[in-house]
């Protein structure tokens, strides 16, 4: 399982959504630890970055991964 590391704006930016959006971007996050780049639509692997991005209703979470450590970065949340 991959460890989750929440960068300090990506914390800011959790803390300033309301509940529900809070539950479930959370939601989102721990399922990546078990797979951090999901099938689907809904990540995206960013051009020239290394990162990934996934959606969450009309929010986005913006990562990278590391699989050699198995830590997943969370840099952003948002819209």
Do not use: C
Not at 8 to 31: M, S
């Amino acid at each position: 399982m991959y460890k989750i590391f929440v960068s300090a704006t990506a914390d800011h930016q959790l803390r300033r959504l309301d509940f529900p959006q809070r539950q479930r971007i959370t939601v989102a996050i721990r399922k990546l630890t078990s797979n951090p780049r999901p099938p689907g639509k809904l990540v995206k692997k960013l051009v020239g970055q290394g990162g990934y991005r996934l959606r969450v209703g009309d929010l986005r979470i913006l990562y990278s991964v590391d699989d050699k450590e198995m830590i997943i970065l969370i840099h952003e949340v948002g819209k």
